[in-house]
């Protein structure tokens, strides 16, 4: 059974950091993309950061502008595990931050989500 899992959540003042965990599990992680997603109340959700499959032993990452500098996405293969570290945070951040897997980042193929963490920003 394919699983995504998000720790790491909390309540943060405006300036401060947390690291997002994504565990999965059930599925060939290396063969797949892990995106970020984010959803705030009222809002769409929209894409944060995306890290790729393996790519000559190396991994493409990409982020959304506003998150740029800010954000940083990373995998452990050894622990099935994506990492998103996330610094200098504003309130825009809150939101309920879910990650998914992929063929690819930017196609679109998101086929399984977990079931998100609550980020919390106070000014």
């Known amino acids: 059974e394919v699983q995504l899992v998000e720790s790491g959540g909390g309540l943060v003042q405006a300036g401060g950091s947390l690291r997002l965990s994504c565990a999965a599990s059930g599925f060939a992680f290396d063969d797949y993309a892990i995106g970020w997603f984010r959803q705030a109340p009222g809002k769409e959700r929209e894409g944060v950061s995306c890290i790729s499959r393996s790519v000559s032993s190396s991994y493409n990452t990409y982020y959304r502008n506003s998150v740029k500098g800010r954000f940083t996405i990373s995998r452990d293969n050894a622990k099935n595990t994506i990492y998103l570290q996330m610094n200098s945070l504003e309130p825009e951040d809150t939101a309920v931050y879910y990650c998914?897997?992929?063929?690819?980042?930017?196609?679109?193929?998101?086929?399984?989500w977990g079931q998100g963490t609550q980020v919390t920003v106070s000014s």
């Open positions: 998914a897997r992929a063929r690819a980042c930017g196609s679109k193929s998101e086929d399984y």
